[in-house]
């Protein structure tokens, strides 16, 4: 439920917020930055994650201003790709593998990341809806 509201996010902003920065950063980079700490952090193998969009400079960590944008489609693509790696990643996880720790961190355990990227989602989705609502506009539906 927390990834479809931060997937249903670049559906309630319009263009003109997209590139604008809020607290200096653009609202489509807190959408980046929720989708590529999933994408990093749900998986069961170390190995390094292909660039998703391979010359670009976008700091996905606010560690610098992002050289290049992300358009709306090019997010909501990005999407895609990290359901289908949360798909394959959920379809490989057991009881066993759930209390073992991560792959990418040796003071997590699986479930700990899980339940780590709900509450980074659940943040980054409540960010973006403040941003909408402060501009007046629809913000996405709190599931549950």
Same mark, same amino acid.
């Given at each position: 439920? %927390?990834?479809?509201?931060?997937? =249903?996010?670049?559906?309630?902003?319009?263009? =003109?917020?997209?590139?604008?920065?809020?607290?200096?950063?653009?609202?489509?980079?807190?959408?980046?930055?929720?989708?590529?700490?999933?994408?990093?952090?749900?998986?069961? =193998?170390?190995? +390094?994650?292909?660039?998703?969009?391979?010359? +670009?400079?976008?700091?996905?960590?606010?560690?610098?201003?992002?050289?290049?944008?992300?358009?709306?489609?090019?997010?909501?693509?990005?999407? =895609?790709?990290?359901?289908?790696?949360?798909?394959?990643?959920?379809? %490989?996880?057991?009881?066993?593998?759930?209390?073992? +720790?991560?792959?990418?961190?040796?003071?997590?355990?699986?479930?700990?990341?899980?339940?780590?990227?709900?509450?980074?989602?659940?943040?980054?989705?409540?960010?973006?809806?403040?941003?909408?609502?402060?501009?007046?506009?629809?913000?996405? +539906?709190?599931?549950?």
């Amino acid at each position: 439920m %927390s990834f479809t509201m931060l997937t =249903e996010l670049p559906g309630y902003c319009p263009d =003109e917020l997209w590139y604008e920065k809020k607290n200096r950063v653009p609202f489509w980079q807190y959408i980046f930055h929720a989708l590529s700490g999933i994408h990093y952090w749900m998986r069961l =193998e170390n190995s +390094k994650l292909p660039d998703p969009f391979p010359g +670009k400079h976008l700091y996905p960590d606010f560690e610098d201003e992002p050289v290049q944008t992300l358009s709306n489609r090019e997010i909501k693509r990005y999407g =895609e790709t990290v359901r289908n790696s949360c798909i394959d990643y959920f379809t %490989s996880l057991n009881d066993n593998i759930l209390t073992e +720790k991560s792959v990418l961190s040796g003071s997590f355990t699986n479930l700990d990341i899980i339940l780590l990227m709900i509450r980074h989602i659940q943040y980054h989705v409540g960010q973006c809806n403040t941003i909408l609502k402060e501009n007046n506009l629809k913000t996405v +539906k709190w599931l549950e």
